[in-house]
């Protein structure tokens, strides 16, 4: 089954503690991004990366760092996450750049930062 | 830059009501727009698109309209059903600034709809 998958779905976490949500897709596409999800202010773009080893800032990465390794995965990674970063959080992909508007969505990962 | 804005919710509407979602936007040159539904728990699902002026996006019983004039995308549906019960966004997409800039989406803040039956 063609997919995006996220992991964990939940995660609580303390301050300064780092972390990494994963981000994998089965359907060989070249493009992937992250959002963050919040009350009133829709899905903002975090990262996002045309193909492997391109990746390149969206419209919120300060905090946020990714890496794009291969073509299926595509991580984000808190260093030193804050409490401000307590969101919900969406991997996405698409077949190419060309066609992004057609994203595949994972499930999502709620991240609370205490 | 682009933006999106849409009616706030929550909207609440009885079984076979008549739903409309209102959708402005603002964005240079000619963005393709877009509606994506999420369904509880889930991630987000392209419902429909339309890609110049005047095309109407349409799929499951909800269409819009791209009205270049009046910069809006408004989503409509007939008769609604309680498994319509989800969050809507308008989106759009226009080219990158420079060649080779990936077409980045630039969503509403969502429109959330309960049916009830």
């Known amino acids: 089954e063609a997919q995006v998958t996220q992991n964990p779905r939940y995660l609580i976490t303390v301050t300064g503690k780092k972390l990494t949500v994963t981000c994998s897709q089965n359907m060989n596409h070249e493009y992937m991004s992250w959002y963050r999800q919040d009350p009133g202010l829709g899905l903002r773009q975090i990262y996002y990366s045309m193909n492997v080893e391109v990746t390149d800032k969206g419209d919120v990465p300060e905090g946020y760092k990714v890496s794009r390794k291969e073509k299926r995965n595509f991580p984000l990674i808190l260093e030193s996450p804050s409490p401000n970063q307590t969101s919900l959080y969406f991997c996405a992909s698409s077949l190419s750049w060309r066609t992004n508007e057609k994203l595949f969505f994972g499930s999502g990962t709620q991240l609370s930062v205490l | 830059g682009n933006s999106v804005t849409q009616m706030e919710g929550p909207v609440t509407l009885s079984e076979e009501a008549f739903l409309t979602i209102n959708c402005t936007y603002t964005?240079?040159?000619?963005?393709?727009l877009f509606w994506y539904v999420q369904y509880p728990g889930e991630g987000l699902q392209l419902l429909l698109k339309?890609?110049?002026?005047?095309d109407k996006g349409s799929n499951k019983g909800f269409e819009a309209t791209y009205r270049k004039e009046t910069t809006s995308f408004h989503l409509e549906k007939g008769s609604v059903q309680v498994s319509d019960s989800a969050v809507y966004f308008c989106a759009l997409t226009s080219p990158g600034g420079s060649s080779g800039s990936a077409r980045q989406l630039t969503f509403g803040s969502g429109t959330q709809l309960t049916v009830l039956p």
């Open positions: 339309a890609t110049k002026a005047d």
């Open positions: 964005a240079t040159g000619y963005p393709s």
